[in-house]
């Protein structure tokens, strides 16, 4: 399974930037996919998620600003974001697993799953 990402960049608060990550490998469709993130000194963290049937998750910090989806036909998975904060730096991973992969949104709004496949990441700086 390889999972290349592109999109990141620099962005001033406020601003909007797509991620994209393209897929190949494995049969892209029948796959849980997601984005992480790790921000200087901090722990990874998961970002967003969507199954095989479409449906999604997001961390509680980034709901209603930021938008998963797919295009099978692409292969490829997108991250859109918009209102975007200087908290959200950081280098995201596209990620992505088999279908029974549970995903688990906490109580205090975190979203964790273990993910088996990881790409290198894309850098996204917010900053003035």
């Known amino acids: 399974v390889q999972l290349v990402e592109s999109g990141g960049g620099l962005v001033q608060p406020g601003g909007s930037l797509r991620l994209s990550c393209v897929a190949s490998g494995y049969t892209y469709s029948s796959y849980c996919m997601g984005w992480f993130r790790q921000a200087p000194g901090k722990e990874r963290e998961g970002v967003a998620t969507?199954?095989?049937?479409?449906?999604?998750d997001y961390a509680d910090s980034v709901k209603g600003r930021f938008t998963i989806s797919k295009d099978n036909a692409k292969n490829t998975l997108y991250l859109q974001m918009k209102s975007l904060k200087p908290e959200a730096t950081g280098m995201y991973y596209c990620?992505?697993?088999?279908?029974?992969?549970?995903?688990?949104?906490?109580?205090?709004?975190?979203?964790?799953?273990?993910?088996?496949?990881w790409g290198q990441g894309t850098q996204v700086t917010v900053s003035s």
């Open positions: 969507i199954d095989d049937d479409g449906n999604f």
């Open positions: 990620t992505a697993d088999g279908r029974d992969l549970v995903v688990v949104v906490t109580p205090t709004g975190e979203l964790e799953a273990n993910f088996s496949y």
